[in-house]
């Protein structure tokens, strides 16, 4: 950029100073382009694929298993341990995964299916008796202690002949009010 040239004229020793003003120029412009491109870096976002704005979509399911359209299991759930898997028409099919390390046991998928037990007799078990009427009852009608003896008296279940394990059928399409003072336990 800069150098000294010495020159020796009628004995007298000069410097006589060089400046190449193309390299001081192309020195300070590389400089300027770089502290820009730097800027510029800078002034970048870290996430760049970030949406405009927040959409709150998930897929409604994850798959899982898939073979094929008919042989494919998925999990409905955010996470694989809040419930259990089901087929893409909504069935049940319960799958659990488990891992061994050092002999302790982890669950990564599916969740237990809690063992429910009734309070009230299941018709398949046992056929409990209530009584009903079609007409509207007398105010009261909810209460344990209400006088039910003049109402039929029929066997669980109740509803029309296209229903399961239906004992008592209702035809018509009035209202139906049931009342039951107790179950056998």
Do not use: C
Request: hydrophobic share 40%; aromatic share 12%; net charge positive.
């Amino acid at each position: 950029m800069f150098f000294y040239e010495v020159n020796k004229i009628d004995g007298w020793i000069t410097l006589d100073l060089k400046i190449n003003l193309k390299q001081i120029f192309m020195k300070k412009l590389l400089a300027i382009m770089a502290l820009s491109v730097g800027l510029l870096a800078n002034a970048q976002t870290v996430d760049l694929l970030k949406p405009a704005k927040d959409i709150a979509l998930r897929a409604p399911s994850v798959p899982i298993i898939v073979s094929d359209p008919y042989f494919s299991i998925w999990s409905p759930y955010d996470k694989l341990m809040e419930g259990s898997t089901e087929h893409w028409t909504s069935a049940k099919k319960p799958l659990l995964g488990a891992l061994r390390v050092d002999g302790k046991v982890y669950r990564f998928l599916g969740k237990d299916k809690i063992n429910l037990v009734p309070i009230a007799p299941m018709t398949n078990v046992e056929r409990w008796e209530a009584a009903y009427t079609n007409s509207q009852p007398s105010n009261g009608w909810q209460e344990f202690q209400f006088d039910d003896s003049n109402w039929k008296k029929g066997k669980a279940a109740f509803g029309s002949r296209d229903m399961e394990r239906i004992h008592t059928e209702w035809k018509g399409r009035q209202y139906r009010y049931l009342h039951s003072s107790h179950f056998r336990f």
